[in-house]
């Protein structure tokens, strides 16, 4: 079962990237605008406004859950709609909203609309593809994906500049639109009648206790939770970071645009390295590197809280040319052993993820106000453990 898809390869990648694209629109675009958010609502505490960002990531987390287990009994694209439009109706919330807990409330629905395009897309990855194919497939959708955050904060600059921070939401209402007729039209259903399963209550426990019990899916979700957990910190910070500390208000999509560059080649460079190496081989390195970048920049700098921003951004892509090796690497090892339940699966690990990304990018956010250290200080943790948790997995698997 390498392909099945009726259609070039190259539209069910784009149309996979736009599913999971929409998910990066709204968390991106939305970085210049958090200052000037949280001045209309009357909420002037940065570390609060990092919500903006951190709380889409706990409704993507528990969306999952219902949408996954709904996607294996009604089939993929019924699903993908219904969070398109709560996506849709989130949108308003948070355009309407009068506070911070308005906000925060319209934040958590949107995740959770868009976590039924973002999950559903990689359980119809692996509908079609498996094994070492199948992470190649998923690099060059998340390749894809990752032009986005090179233009969001660009394009959420321009409509601040030119309309007003509603303006970024009403945007992303008319792409995910866009997106949703695109994939109506062109990407046919990939759950056979015969793979279907029964939407009951046993079933979802089921399938829960067989993903639990797999080690190496929990061991690369957990992995998975660390990277993701301390890569949030920076996203919910950057605007904090670059704006603030280090006072570069213009050129702040520009960074964050040349950063998401870096994850980006790395992402393409992966699809053809992972086929060469192997999805173990490619993780194992990468964190590694990830956390060896990590410790040497806190070796070098723990008694300076702001080094030069050439350095910092130096540091950020050598960081994230890593990480950029472990996203889609990640979420496929995890998923080998459990595919024949993908949506319940993906949903469970993800979830998992989740539940582990936010708390530790809330924890380690708090501290980000005056200086970049304990940024890193999170990375060397979170790789550290991250490094620990592979050993034991090669342990238990081999």
Known sequence: MQKSQQRPQFEFVAIMASLMSIV???????LPAMSTIGIDINSLDPTENQKFITMIFLGLGVGQLVFGPLSDS???????????????VASVICVL?????????????????????RTISISMIRDSYKGDYMAKIMSFVTAFFILVPIVAPAMGKFVLDHYDWKGIFYIQ???SISVAIWFSIRQKETLTIKNKIAFTTTRVVNGFRETVKHVQTMGYTCISGFVVGSFLVYLSSSQQIFEVQYNLKESFPYIFAGLAGSIGTAIFLNGTFVIRFGMKKMVTWSLIGFFSVSV?????FHNNPHPPIYVLVGFFAMQFFCIGFLFGNLRALAMVPVGHIAGIAAAVTGFISTLMAVPISTFIGRFVEHSTLPLFVGFS???GLSLLILLYINRKTT
């Open 173 to 175: 209402v008319l792409i």
């Open 74 to 88: 009604f089939g993929r694209k019924p699903i993908v709609y219904i969070g398109f439009i709560v996506f849709c």
């Open 24 to 30: 990066a629109l709204a968390i991106d675009a939305l």
């Open 381 to 383: 943790v979170s790789s």
């Open 296 to 300: 040497l920049y806190l070796i070098l």
């Open 97 to 117: 909203a009068p506070n911070l807990e308005w906000m925060i409330l319209g934040r958590i629905l949107q995740g959770i609309g868009l976590s039924a395009p």
